[in-house]
Nanobody, 118 residues
Framework: VQLQASGGGLVEAGGSLRLSCSAS????????MGWFRRAPGKGREFVVS????????YGYESMKGRFTISGDNAKNTVYLQMDSLRPEDTAVYYC????????????WGQGTQVTVSS
C-alpha cells in the first residue's frame, strides 16, 4: 500500500486548509486511515483517524470542531479539513494507514508542510 499526501501550504491564523491522502495497492476492508503531525522540535503526535466504517478518533479535544476528517471509499482517499488554524498547528502532517483498528500504523505517506502565520 502506498499513500500520497497533498494539500499543505502557508496560511494565516484563522484560515483553512484541506489535506488529501490517496491510497493505492491492496487495501484491507477494515483499514483505518489517519493523520499525524510533527511540529518543529517536537515528537510526532496523533491528530485524527477514520475507520472504513466511519468511526472517528481525535488525538486532542482541541482539534474537534476545527479539524474534520472524511473519507471517500470509492477513491481510497481521506481528507483532513482544517479550519480556524492556529500558529501552533504548524507542522509536517503525515497520513498513515493501518490494516485494522488497534493494529500498527504500517503505512506512511510523505509529509506535507502546513505553516500557519500569526
Amino acid at each position: 500500500v502506498q499513500l500520497q499526501a497533498s494539500g499543505g501550504g502557508l496560511v494565516e491564523a484563522g484560515g483553512s486548509l484541506r489535506l488529501s491522502c490517496s491510497a493505492s495497492g491492496r487495501i484491507s476492508s477494515d483499514a483505518v486511515m489517519g493523520w499525524f503531525r510533527r511540529a518543529p522540535g517536537k515528537g510526532r503526535e496523533f491528530v485524527v483517524s477514520i475507520a472504513k466504517g466511519g468511526k472517528i478518533k481525535y488525538g486532542y479535544e482541541s482539534m474537534k470542531g476545527r479539524f474534520t476528517i472524511s473519507g471517500d471509499n470509492a477513491k481510497n482517499t481521506v481528507y483532513l479539513q482544517m479550519d480556524s488554524l492556529r500558529p501552533e498547528d504548524t507542522a509536517v502532517y503525515y497520513c498513515a494507514g493501518a490494516r485494522a483498528p488497534g493494529t500498527t500504523w504500517e503505512y506512511w505517506g510523505q509529509g506535507t508542510q502546513v505553516t500557519v502565520s500569526s
